[in-house]
């Protein structure tokens, strides 16, 4: 058990840019979540998959957000056209079914939008 | 919409004493669940201790308790012998029964360990 990782563990960009994340899940979970946090909030759901489906998207997560998990295992999270009020920590999460509200979060990518 | 609230932004607690952080929350459901996240510098979140809402019993994880009072809607958590690797920011959150719905997260307290 690796955990969960995430990738890159900072990213900058000038406003305007995509950027895409990568969230590698603990290997055999079945369910993987995405979350948002801003400084002196707490974590924001934004969706999440159930294998390589996507069950449910918050309505934080505008057209601009989108979000795969091909094969349902590991999982992106894409960003268009950044704007500065999307810089946040973005954090994946991950679980197995019938398990699911013990979820193991990775250490999430710094967003940062110049 | 359910609403988690944490009323203490800060706490300080010498070390070895015991530190309690309070929690409220606001659902119509009657399943449910409820945590409680520890989230150090490293940022990754940390699951404390977890409470089933049809259970009476309070949760308890070695130095870790928590007081679920239902009726109240109040979940508060109990950190006895406080350590210096218990310092973080600690999030209470909720999860409604019945599915896997994200996580509802309040705004966190940050836990002071003075040694």
């Known amino acids: 058990d690796t955990g969960v990782s995430q990738n890159p563990r900072h990213k900058i960009t000038k406003r305007g840019q995509n950027v895409t994340f990568r969230c590698d899940p603990i290997s055999e979970h079945n369910r993987l979540y995405w979350y948002r946090q801003t400084l002196g909030q707490g974590p924001e759901f934004l969706t999440y998959f159930q294998n390589e489906a996507q069950l449910e998207k918050s309505r934080l997560l505008s057209d601009r957000f989108s979000a795969e998990r091909p094969k349902g295992s590991f999982s992106t999270l894409e960003i268009q056209r950044t704007e500065q009020g999307d810089s946040a920590m973005y954090l994946c999460?991950?679980?197995?079914?019938?398990?699911?509200?013990?979820?193991?979060f990775g250490s999430g990518t710094q967003l940062s939008v110049l | 919409a359910q609403t988690v609230t944490q009323s203490q932004p800060e706490m300080s607690v010498q070390e070895a004493e015991t530190v309690t952080l309070s929690c409220t929350y606001d659902t119509s459901e009657s399943d449910y669940y409820l945590f409680w996240y520890k989230q150090p510098p490293s940022r990754q979140m940390i699951l404390v201790i977890r409470q089933e809402a049809y259970k009476q019993q309070n949760a308890t994880e070695n130095r870790f308790s928590v007081n679920f009072q239902k009726a109240a809607k109040s979940f508060s958590l109990k950190i006895s012998d406080s350590q210096l690797g218990d310092a973080a920011m600690y999030f209470c959150a909720y999860r409604p029964g019945g599915g896997a719905d994200g996580l509802t997260f309040g705004k966190g307290t940050h836990l002071i360990i003075q040694p």
């Open positions: 999460a991950s679980s197995v079914t019938g398990i699911s509200e013990k979820l193991f």
